[in-house]
């Protein structure tokens, strides 16, 4: 069902069974795939492929003439959201992806090169600067900001009005202004991981290299030697990462 007022541009591909609502506009290079759902006075511009049973609340906007980003199955972006709206006059624009299973929150914002693994949660207001990269299961709380060319590893908790300026590891928990590690994300890990011997493998490692001082030469002894997949991420991650 598409309102009457909709504005689908010649070269659009919507699928059959797609739902916009009132005063949406589509863009001539825009792909909606089955199960889509836009609400009223959405835009979405620029070569944008939205995946299945995605849902797009009012007065979000989605691209410029020149983006390209994609759009993961079954995430879900609430109202006002903007994604990849800024031009940028000086060099061609990165592709933007939001993996499946996202949840956008209300007033997030999402500048070029940002990538976004599956299930991540921004919550209110939260932005993302240029080629900000979040692995799976992230999750960052209201007013925190996350600066250009940072990564947050898979299953970091940021918390609200924080702002990261380097990279955060797997499975932490982050917050302040400048925002630090304050410890392990148990909760999440507990809620991820059935082996409690994973767990117990991921604090003592943890605390060997991120306890008092960040000791990046043990980071890489561990990512090559350990056999713990799950220590091996940690360790890797903080081995490469720009974390001081």
Do not use: W
Not at 37 to 61: A, C, M, P, Q
């Amino acid at each position: 069902m598409i309102h009457n007022s909709v504005i689908i541009e010649d070269g659009a591909s919507v699928a059959d069974d797609v739902i916009i609502g009132p005063f949406c506009h589509i863009g001539k290079n825009v792909t909606l795939e089955s199960g889509c759902r836009l609400e009223s006075n959405v835009i979405l511009k620029g070569k944008l492929t939205v995946h299945k049973d995605v849902r797009i609340f009012s007065f979000t906007s989605i691209g410029h003439k020149k983006s390209d980003i994609t759009i993961g199955e079954k995430t879900h972006i609430r109202e006002f959201a903007q994604i990849g709206t800024q031009e940028d006059e000086n060099e061609k624009p990165k592709k933007i992806i939001i993996g499946a299973n996202n949840f956008l929150m209300g007033y997030v914002q999402i500048l070029s090169g940002v990538e976004l693994g599956d299930f991540c949660i921004l919550t209110n207001a939260v932005r993302l600067y240029e080629n900000v990269k979040c692995e799976e299961r992230v999750i960052i709380g209201g007013l925190s900001t996350v600066e250009a060319n940072n990564t947050l590893g898979t299953g970091v908790m940021v918390g609200g009005a924080s702002y990261v300026d380097q990279d955060m590891p797997p499975f932490t928990l982050v917050e302040g202004n400048r925002a630090s590690v304050k410890g392990l994300n148990v909760i999440g890990l507990r809620r991820r991981l059935e082996n409690k011997g994973d767990i117990e493998e991921i604090k003592s490692i943890f605390k060997r290299i991120a306890g008092k001082n960040l000791d990046k030469e043990l980071a890489r002894e561990v990512a090559n030697t350990h056999e713990n997949e799950y220590v091996k991420i940690f360790s890797a991650f903080v081995a490469k990462s720009n974390m001081q």
